[in-house]
């Protein structure tokens, strides 16, 4: 996906998240993230929205602290988030394509870096706040459930960070049936590897320990952990996929 459709993306996520936070209140639990109401989705979500804009709008070149979350409830909290939201996406708009500040993932550019990374944020916290008002979850474009999915396979896992380890390696595999994409994941007691598999060899099914498909945006939403496994096909050795669930949570 190209920078500003990222943008695109994050603008269209921020609205839904802060009408559904909205209808369902701040007290409302979030299912999705327990022990969270939506007072917090929104502290949280929009206090990443303003360190996210320090980077692109200042240019930090190291890390640097977010602002921490606000004590602000209701009506107020409600209208800081959209604000912020709104500062993230004029900066991302405005910024240069030769920006340069501090990153924490593989990306063609810093610019393209925050994009992406602030367009799939809000928009799985979107989740979050759509399934605290109980209804149907807008949609994700096929499109932007790969780009997610390669995000969190070849970038979040592939970090010494990512807990998603089992002692005998093992393989899991993620076959997007309505786009024909796959993608192989060699587990061990080491990091995942994560790689996309060819158009000739993504079209197999059951290959592999253990398989998850089902469309794009099931797995995007299940690999997420925002939709349960019963969202997807699970073949092969279900306590891999019962491993990823557990263990797969990023903070």
């Not at 409830?73 to 409600?78: A, F, H, K, R």
């Not at 550019?109 to 928009?123: C, D, G, N, V």
């Not at 279900?238 to 903070?251: D, H, I, M, Y």
């Given at each position: 996906?190209?920078?500003?459709?990222?943008?695109?993306?994050?603008t269209?996520?921020?609205?839904?998240?802060?009408?559904?936070?909205?209808?369902?209140?701040?007290?409302a639990?979030?299912?999705t993230?327990?022990?969270?109401?939506?007072?917090d989705?929104?502290?949280?979500?929009?206090?990443?929205?303003?360190?996210?804009?320090?980077?692109?709008?200042?240019?930090?070149?190291?890390?640097?602290?977010d602002?921490?979350?606000?004590d602000?409830?209701?009506?107020?909290?409600?209208d800081?988030?959209r604000?912020?939201?709104?500062?993230?996406?004029n900066?991302?708009?405005s910024?240069?394509?030769?920006?340069e500040?501090?990153?924490?993932?593989?990306a063609?550019?810093?610019?393209?870096?925050?994009?992406?990374?602030?367009?799939?944020?809000?928009?799985?916290?979107?989740?979050?706040?759509?399934?605290a008002?109980g209804?149907?979850?807008?949609?994700?474009?096929?499109?932007?459930?790969l780009d997610?999915?390669?995000?969190l396979l070849?970038?979040?896992?592939?970090r010494?960070k990512?807990?998603?380890?089992?002692?005998?390696?093992?393989?899991?595999?993620?076959?997007?049936?309505?786009?024909?994409?796959?993608?192989?994941?060699?587990?061990?007691?080491?990091?995942?590897?994560?790689?996309?598999?060819?158009?000739?060899?993504a079209?197999?099914?059951?290959s592999?320990?253990?398989e998850?498909?089902?469309?794009?945006?099931?797995?995007?939403?299940?690999?997420?952990?925002?939709?349960?496994?019963t969202a997807?096909?699970?073949?092969?050795d279900?306590?891999?996929?019962?491993?990823?669930?557990?263990?797969?949570?990023?903070?």
């Open positions: 996906m190209e920078t500003m459709d990222h943008v695109k993306s994050l269209e996520a921020g609205h839904l998240l802060a009408a559904a936070a909205e209808q369902a209140g701040p007290g639990s979030v299912p993230c327990p022990g969270w109401q939506v007072r989705l929104l502290r949280h979500t929009g206090m990443v929205h303003r360190w996210a804009t320090a980077y692109v709008a200042e240019g930090h070149t190291s890390y640097h602290p602002g921490g979350e606000p602000l409830d209701g009506g107020e909290l409600l800081w988030f604000e912020g939201h709104g500062l993230l996406v900066a991302l708009e910024a240069s394509a030769e920006l500040c501090w990153t924490f993932l593989p063609p550019s810093p610019l393209a870096f925050w994009a992406r990374r602030q367009a799939h944020e809000t928009t799985i916290h979107r989740v979050d706040a759509e399934s008002c209804g149907p979850l807008s949609t994700v474009a096929a499109g932007q459930a997610g999915i390669d995000e070849l970038g979040f896992h592939a010494p990512s807990r998603v380890r089992i002692d005998a390696p093992r393989t899991l595999r993620v076959r997007a049936t309505d786009t024909g994409d796959a993608w192989t994941v060699r587990l061990s007691s080491e990091p995942p590897q994560a790689v996309r598999e060819s158009k000739a060899d079209h197999r099914a059951g592999g320990d253990c998850l498909s089902g469309t794009a945006e099931g797995l995007y939403l299940t690999l997420w952990n925002r939709l349960p496994l997807v096909t699970v073949t092969g279900r306590g891999l996929a019962r491993l990823w669930c557990e263990n797969s949570g990023v903070t």
